[in-house]
């Protein structure tokens, strides 16, 4: 058996749990994944802009988790180009086009942005 008692106010605890219980803690989230959108697409490299312009999000909310998502529907021949670019890719003539790094670089203030904000829901009840 467990047993346990509280003095003073609990106030800040229900209302905590009544947040979460209403789906509060997840207000803000279309407006944080749309940021992601507009750093991926700025820092994705542009040739015609067709990467750029081709980022999204989609936002998922079980009894367990959050998840954003985020992703680039930009394809050529079945490869995404987004991709690619990342992460390198060979040429049809046998060579290696290098990838550059400009999704993680681009992507963690977000990522910061949500725990900073998850830690202050938590925090502040």
Not at 55 to 72: C, F, L, P, Q, R
């Amino acid at each position: 058996m467990i047993t346990f008692s509280v003095t003073g106010s609990t106030k800040r605890t229900q209302n905590f749990l009544q947040n979460i219980q209403n789906g509060n803690m997840y207000s803000g989230l279309d407006a944080i994944a749309q940021r992601g959108v507009s750093v991926l697409a700025a820092a994705t490299p542009k040739k015609s802009g067709l990467t750029a312009a081709s980022w999204g999000y989609e936002i998922e909310i079980s009894a367990s988790k959050v998840t954003i998502t985020w992703y680039n529907t930009n394809t050529v021949n079945g490869v995404n180009v987004a991709v690619i670019l990342q992460y390198g890719h060979g040429t049809g003539t046998g060579g290696y086009v290098s990838g550059y790094d400009y999704i993680n670089p681009a992507i963690q203030p977000i990522f910061d942005e949500i725990a900073d904000d998850i830690w202050k829901k938590v925090t502040s009840g």
